[in-house]
């Protein structure tokens, strides 16, 4: 199961107290209270593992250590240790305690969301020419504790969009080492698929239907995934009764959940086209050219519309660096 949103409580360390001490051995004299160490710092930071999210499924307060309290022969606390979260790239993390959003957009980013509290100081630090045996020292202050939403929006090059069982994850499959499960039945993917192609990153969003964006079905968990991808995959599925409609179907979705979703370079393929004979699919490749020109239909078992969607990509990656 994939988890893509989830509320978590985020606790700095608090600072080590300082000490009161004096010195204890012959011929010597005054304080040596040390001070306290700093508490721990909560970062976040990216990789790339989708599922990073599932270590706060029941953990959903976490907090770093905190720092050591000093001791009486001047040796400060120990500074507490850092905590530090892996999260998928693609994270937004909301404060829900400042009001501020951050974002995790690449690999091996570390974003700093939660300061350790300062040590305390030891007596040492309170003497004076006037007072040279001070019997005062500070508390550590507490660390910084935020309460925060972690909304998982995944960044790809191209997202593949469409109804249930239009073929997704089988060309997924076909084009990349992804291993996304397949059947033919509705709702076979229940979580988003990644795969590489060359340079570029594609993404299965799981399949959308009519009332998504108000909360039908699974899809209203995936729109956000399709915000970042860059390019818009659509898929028809040639066993389709109407394929206008169907294109419609997710349109409508995508404008209701976000309009500039539609704004997104797309492609429109028809699905499955095996299943028909070459005349049904030229009715239907017809019917849709009055939405999309350059729909085209593919089949995975058709090397040559394979190539044709391959011919797509290497012109995405071209662009990318134009």
Not at 270 to 297: M, P, Q, R, T, Y
Request: proline share 3%; with cysteine; net charge positive.
């Amino acid at each position: 199961m994939l988890i893509d949103d989830v509320k978590i409580k985020a606790r700095a360390g608090r600072g080590g107290d300082g000490a009161t001490a004096f010195c204890k051995e012959k011929m010597c004299f005054g304080p040596t209270g040390a001070n306290g160490g700093k508490g721990g710092d909560v970062y976040f930071e990216g990789v790339a593992d989708l599922g990073a999210f599932i270590q706060f499924r029941y953990k959903k307060e976490i907090g770093a250590k905190s720092g050591g309290r000093g001791d009486g022969k001047l040796n400060d606390g120990a500074t507490g240790d850092d905590l530090i979260l892996k999260v998928p790239v693609g994270t937004v993390i909301h404060n829900l305690s400042t009001g501020r959003d951050f974002e995790i957009i690449s690999i091996g980013q570390r974003l700093l969301v939660a300061k350790g509290g300062r040590g305390g100081k030891g007596n040492f630090k309170f003497r004076s020419s006037i007072n040279t045996s001070p019997m005062e020292h500070q508390d550590g202050l507490p660390g910084q504790d935020y309460e925060l939403r972690l909304e998982l929006k995944m960044i790809a090059d191209v997202g593949f969009i469409g109804l249930p069982n239009v073929g997704k994850s089988s060309l997924l499959n076909r084009l990349t080492n992804a291993k996304s499960k397949v059947a033919n039945y509705p709702f076979t993917t229940l979580n988003p698929n990644l795969g590489v192609y060359y340079e570029l990153i594609l993404a299965d969003i799981p399949g959308l239907i009519e009332g998504s964006s108000d909360g039908k079905g699974l899809g209203i968990k995936f729109l956000r995934h399709i915000e970042r991808t860059k390019t818009v995959f659509h898929f028809i599925s040639a066993e389709s009764l109407n394929p206008v409609k169907d294109y419609q179907v997710v349109r409508n979705e995508l404008e209701t959940y976000n309009k500039k979703l539609l704004d997104k370079p797309e492609y429109l393929f028809l699905s499955k086209a095996d299943l028909l004979d070459k005349k049904e699919a030229d009715k239907k490749l017809e019917e849709l050219k009055a939405i999309n020109k350059e729909v085209i239909a593919i089949s995975v078992i058709d090397d040559k519309s394979i190539k044709q969607v391959e011919k797509i990509l290497r012109k995405i990656i071209k662009q990318k660096y134009e």
